[in-house]
């Protein structure tokens, strides 16, 4: 049988999507997408994460990430997103990530023309110097057309995993 479509959702902080948080979308809308490919699209604009983890508890069969142009993601805690072990396929497209993405899944992990870097140079300060901006520790993870620029703690680090950049 064909593959489900993919159901995509608006996340508008101002209020001009279904939903005004990545956090919000995935546990209001848990139940709706169960078993379905989710695409996210952020609206342009500043959104805010608590440190979103994406673990087991995550009932869509592939999640999809993307962004306007003029959107960015950062964090109020040291780690922006956590892929963790029984998260589905994860896809994260033309985003601006400010703050650490942690991999540490058995699944697949595609990272397309996102952009790695510090918010300001007051975020810059507080991020530790030995912090990376992607950690794997786990998982097969893509990387393509990605941007790593104003980070103290470096660009990438592999612990574990499989990563090709190309």
Known sequence: SPPPPLESVVIDPSD???????????SLGAGLYQGKELELELSAGQHTLSGLVLDGNLTVSRLKITAA????????ASTLLEVRPG???????????NGQVVIESSRTVA???????????????????????LM?????????DGV???????AIEVSGGDVSVL
Do not use: M
């Open 69 to 76: 142009e003029a959107a960015s993601l950062s964090s109020n």
């Open 87 to 97: 998260a589905p396929p994860v896809e994260l497209h033309g985003l601006a990530l």
């Open 148 to 154: 790593f620029e104003g980070l103290p703690g470096g």
């Open 16 to 26: 001009g999507g279904k939903y005004q948080t990545i956090s919000e979308a995935l």
């Open 111 to 133: 990272i397309a023309g996102c952009r790695f870097g510090s918010a300001s140079a007051r975020r810059r300060l507080e991020t530790s110097t030995s912090e990376r901006a």
């Open 136 to 144: 794997i520790l786990g998982g097969s993870v893509t990387i393509s």
